[in-house]
């Protein structure tokens, strides 16, 4: 493997972050993590890892063809990660197309108490 295909990647990380900024969100902890430790390395940590904030709006936003995710599953960079880091990253493209984002919103629900009272 090239050095050039890790920088390619490493690159497309960076860009994720101006295409992020543009729909109101701007991941500075992604890409400070993808400056530290490069966009491969960054992307193998992040994928088994809870809390997907900016696939989540990049959902919103109907470009999940932006996120790390979906460059991980292309085939120019399947070479860089292994079965199980892309299967991963598909995983989490497939349920974030199916599930809607948590807003931290609670319903009510409204259930039927019976109590016991004695009658005199």
């Known amino acids: 493997m090239t050095k050039a295909l ?3 990647f490493h690159g497309e990380m960076l860009a ?7 729909f109101g969100f701007r991941p500075v902890l992604f890409r400070r993590l993808v400056i530290l430790k490069g966009g491969v390395e960054a992307a ?7 809390g997907t904030t900016g696939l989540e709006r990049l959902v919103e936003a109907k470009k999940t063809e932006l996120s790390m995710e979906a460059a991980m ?14 299967k991963e990253a598909a995983k989490r493209l497939e ?11 609670l319903t009510a629900t409204v259930t039927n108490t019976v109590t016991n009272t004695k009658q005199a």
């Open 73 to 86: 599953t292309r085939p120019e960079y399947r070479t860089l990660f292994t079965p199980l880091e892309i």
């Open 16 to 22: 994720l972050y101006d295409h992020c900024a543009r």
């Open 44 to 50: 193998k940590e992040l994928v088994f890892k809870p």
């Open 6 to 8: 890790p920088a390619k």
């Open 95 to 105: 349920g974030s197309t199916a599930r809607e984002r948590s807003r931290g919103r």
